[in-house]
């Protein structure tokens, strides 16, 4: 009895489009599928765009659809961005006193630093390898920083993690950055942080964080492509740096260290919106059976 299947990852959508076409076509569900990444463009893939309707949730995500797939109907891809929901992350939000005493307690070598922060889990294309290096030349030049890497490790990292310890270690900043592993009060240590940085090598789907930081009003250097830099171009186009350019992120952290930006309040990518207009996409489909 239901009106709409909505998938969201690749073995689930084989497993559905493989009952639901032996279905009556006039009694069956309608079939909605979304991509939340550059999948490996194979035929597993590209069970993702199969959907009657195919949900893209950046333009990035949308073009990478288009150009990949020819096969895909550009008329049944709907772009729906991510989106934050601005009473969790409030403008201008600071943690309260008692996760204050507790960070600077768990955390007593961040002191009076100014604070630069990576959110992003421990692999090789999130950008730890640049991030070192962008600490490493603040700190070299007399900059009073300290760089968060805030992010889990998976096992299968776990010689990825030894090799960017082995690059802090050979620059000389282990005092100078902190690796915090997993944590579940990003919010609040980005609400601390003077910068957060998005450095991805390779294009993300939408860059969460980066906008998660920009509601709350801390202001974020991201390499410019991907769904990250969609959020910045609409949000805070200063903080653009071509990718991979550090020394553009190395002087861009500076300037605002001396002179620090005024993110403006704006919820551009509300989380109400982009559940509105998933209930649209199933109103349509299901209005049409």
Known sequence: GADIVHASSRMPAWITYLAWRGMKP?????????????YT????????????????????????ILNNYPGADPRNIVTIPRGVDPDRFPYGYRPDAVWLQNWHREQPQLGHKYLVTLPARITHW?????????????????????????GGTDNSRRAYLREIHSLARSLHVTGDITF??????????????????????????????ALEALTLGVPVIAYDHGGAAEVLRVMFPEGLIAPGNIDGAIELIRRFYTDPPQVAKQTPFPLGRMTQDTIGVYEELAGSR
């Open 26 to 38: 006039d009694t069956r569900p309608r079939f909605v599928t979304s991509v939340h990444g550059p």
């Open 41 to 64: 463009i194979n035929r597993y893939s590209r069970i993702m765009t199969r959907g009657e309707r195919v949900i893209a949730i950046s333009a990035f995500i949308r073009d990478y």
């Open 126 to 150: 999130k950008g730890q390898r640049d991030f070192i290096r962008i600490i490493s030349a603040l700190v070299d030049s007399g900059v009073n920083v300290h760089g968060l890497i805030v």
């Open 180 to 209: 915090t592993g997993h944590r579940s009060d990003l919010r609040e240590i980005m609400s601390v942080s003077g910068i957060v940085l998005s450095l991805a090598s390779e294009p993300e789907a939408f860059g969460r964080t």
